[in-house]
């Protein structure tokens, strides 16, 4: 398995639903940000100055969109003041314009993934209108992130 990323998201009280724990729909929130963080800050040996993150290689013009998303409720998040909650994600695949990234969301250091989730990224050219595909460069930054499929239950 190649490096994985983690990263810490703190919880808000909007994303706590009647019964006390973070709604489904915030989980996903929880995700995407953790995404975001991934695709531009995730660590990368030997990059330029002023570069940083796992897109860093992408052509200007060109951007992340989500294709597809699967995820699975593992246990309840509940929501601890100033504890936030753990994200580990890593690529999956990697195709010739898209990519999968694989993730877990911990409640606790150590403890067991609370959500899995996999969610497929298509680089999207903006100036041509169709999908960008993914550089040399861009593949090796993916391949040093390469990993197993996330584990579900279905």
Do not use: K
């Amino acid at each position: 398995m190649g490096d994985t990323f983690t990263t810490r998201i703190q919880a808000r009280y909007r994303d706590i639903n009647l019964a006390g724990h973070v709604d489904n729909v915030e989980a996903v929130r929880v995700l995407d940000e953790a995404r975001l963080e991934f695709f531009r800050f995730a660590p990368l040996p030997g990059l330029p100055t002023g570069q940083t993150g796992l897109l860093h290689a992408v052509d200007d013009g060109v951007s992340e969109l989500v294709a597809s998303q699967a995820i699975e409720y593992h246990a309840e998040m509940r929501f601890v003041p100033y504890q936030p909650f753990l994200a580990t994600l890593w690529v999956t695949r990697i195709g010739s314009s898209s990519f999968t990234v694989g993730a877990e969301i911990r409640v606790e250091e150590g403890g067991a993934p609370a959500v899995a989730w996999e969610c497929v990224n298509v680089l999207w050219d903006h100036r041509a209108q169709t999908a960008w595909r993914l550089s040399d460069a861009v593949r090796a930054d993916l391949e040093r992130y390469l990993g197993d499929p996330v584990s579900m239950r279905r």
